[in-house]
């Protein structure tokens, strides 16, 4: 069973940038899908970002391409979410998930375990 906690959330003003942590116990999750979803308020889960396993296939959603980058550290057991450039629209609870084999990465669907989530506001 595999655990995954999300850190680094926190308030931010526009412009800067945040790296978001997914740490994995329970499993070796480097040999897992992992993706970054986000949730604002009033509105679903999206997908933001993942990467595949084996091949570390990198994809993003389209308005977080160039400020937004995952990455996975095999030492460690941890996903990160390296935000740059950040925008109020980027407001939202963050969530680490991951996923077996080769799933559909776009949508929560494709993805067995999840993180609690962490809160990341932007402000103006």
């Known amino acids: 069973q595999v655990q995954l906690v999300e850190t680094g959330g926190r308030s931010v003003q526009a412009g800067t940038s945040l790296t978001l942590t997914c740490t994995g116990s329970g499993a070796n999750i480097n040999t897992y899908a992992m993706g970054w979803f986000r949730q604002a308020p009033g509105l679903e889960r999206d997908f933001v970002a993942a990467?595949?396993?084996?091949?570390?296939?990198?994809y993003y959603k389209d308005v977080v391409k160039g400020r937004f980058k995952i990455s996975r550290d095999n030492t460690k057991n941890i996903v990160y979410l390296q935000m740059s450039s950040l925008k109020p629209e980027d407001t939202a609870v963050y969530y680490c998930?991951?996923?077996?084999?080769?799933?559909?990465?776009?949508?929560?669907?494709?993805?067995?375990?999840w993180g609690q989530g962490t809160q990341v506001t932007v402000s103006s």
């Open positions: 998930a991951a996923g077996e084999g080769q799933p559909f990465l776009f949508s929560q669907g494709g993805y067995k375990f």
């Open positions: 990467l595949r396993w084996p091949t570390d296939n990198i």
